[in-house]
């Protein structure tokens, strides 16, 4: 049977030194992972352990992924857009209630993104209790340079996570203190749903988020990774 009209196209993002595209399917991010953000953020020092991770979601059409320097729009209906760097995983298989020890074999590849976030109007959800979504799931919200493969990089579970903006240093810190490592929380979100090949998690970010403005450039980096450029338009 004919669609009603064209289907979307699959957002896609690049892998270094190959040729093949890695297709994208869903976005996942996991919430608060370092303490000294999530302190930033209001929170109080979570008892990791007890508390399971918490995640929220981006369309995967929210995606703006690719090699070079990325032009991202300055979204409407903000006045604080936030950069927060994070280190994005990539899975290659899929699950569910897929162990700790063996949640890595599902991560192909791993990349560095930016978890946008629309500040005033996520305050303002936390407020009312009402959904994140408009201030994280927005066009465009999910920034990601190209991916690296496992089998090129392993799996980075320590060294410097960092983002630059105009050439000044706003967030630093260690994927060493990540609350939750990437098979944690591999192993924790396929106890929520079945994971697929093509599922990418943003693993939280360090302490220093801040605001952005148009005409700013950013830089962000995490050890052993390609670094990341965009500038705000
Ligand atoms: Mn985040």
Redesign the pocket.
């Given at each position: 049977m004919p669609y009603l009209f064209e289907p979307p196209s699959c957002p896609t993002l690049p892998i270094l030194g190959r040729d093949a595209l890695f297709p994208v399917r869903r976005i996942f991010?996991v919430?608060r992972n370092y303490a000294e953000h999530a302190r930033e953020m209001g929170a109080h020092d979570q008892a990791n352990g007890l508390e399971p991770p918490f995640f929220f979601t981006k369309p995967g059409d929210a995606l703006i992924g690719g090699l070079g320097e990325l032009a991202v729009h300055y979204p409407p209906m903000t006045g604080n857009l936030h950069h927060?760097v994070?280190m994005v995983a990539a899975l290659g298989a899929g699950g569910a209630d897929v162990s700790t020890d063996q949640a890595l074999s599902l991560v192909a590849a791993y990349g560095v993104g930016l978890?946008l976030?629309r500040r005033d109007l996520q305050a303002q959800a936390k407020a009312k209790g009402h959904p994140w979504d408009m201030g994280k799931g927005f066009d465009q919200s999910a920034v990601c340079g190209a991916l690296q493969l496992v089998e090129e990089i392993g799996h980075p579970d320590h060294g410097e996570i960092w983002l630059k903006v105009n050439g000044e240093v706003r967030q630093r810190g260690d994927l060493g203190d990540m609350g939750w490592k990437v098979a944690d929380i591999v192993s924790n979100l396929s106890r929520l749903v079945c994971l697929a090949p093509g599922d990418l998690i943003?693993t939280?970010?360090p302490a220093g988020v801040g605001p952005l403005l148009r005409g700013d450039r950013l830089e962000a980096g995490v050890a052993g990774l390609a670094e990341l450029r965009a500038h705000i338009v």
């Open positions: 991010c919430g927060e994070e978890d976030t943003y939280g970010t």
